[in-house]
């Protein structure tokens, strides 16, 4: 996103998209959502890489949209938020990244991660059975 804001903004000016989950944002504390989001959205959720500036994870929606991030227990790359829906269950919308780097006991801690999510959010998710072809 840093790199790019200009090509990410037309993006979204092109695709109108209600919600953006992004992975390797390459942001840090230093830069504040209207330097990277255009006019009508807005940052849900974000996690920015602690060591350097380069990957990190987002969640942006629509200013119309009103999400509630998720707080994690985690030093993974994941974050997660809630969009509450009229008359329905609550969307739960993660965005994760797993380092090409990153050995087995990174990916048992994303794991961990969205299964205490699950856990945690039992009325706004669902854990769906997967079916193999025979």
Request: glycine share 4%; with cysteine.
């Given at each position: 996103m840093r790199a790019k804001r200009s090509e990410f903004g037309?993006?979204?000016?092109?695709s109108n998209p209600d919600v953006v989950i992004g992975c390797e944002t390459w942001?840090?504390?230093?830069?504040?959502?209207?330097?990277?989001?255009?006019?009508?959205?807005?940052?849900?959720?974000?996690?920015d890489r602690p060591n350097n500036h380069y990957g990190g994870v987002m969640i942006a929606a629509k200013d119309n949209l009103v999400g509630t991030e998720l707080k994690l227990d985690t030093s993974a790359?994941?974050?997660?938020?809630?969009?509450?829906?009229?008359?329905?269950?609550s969307l739960i919308i993660g965005s994760l990244y797993r380092?090409?780097?990153?050995?087995?006991?990174?990916?048992?801690?994303?794991?961990?991660?969205?299964?205490?999510?699950?856990?945690?959010?039992?009325e706004s998710t669902s854990q769906a059975t997967p079916?193999?072809?025979t």
């Open positions: 037309l993006l979204l000016q092109e942001l840090h504390d230093g830069f504040y959502e209207r330097e990277v989001l255009p006019a009508g959205y807005h940052f849900v959720a974000r996690r790359e994941f974050c997660a938020a809630r969009f509450d829906c009229p008359g329905k269950k380092p090409p780097s990153s050995n087995y006991l990174y990916t048992e801690e994303l794991t961990k991660a969205i299964s205490k999510l699950h856990q945690c959010n039992p079916t193999y072809p």
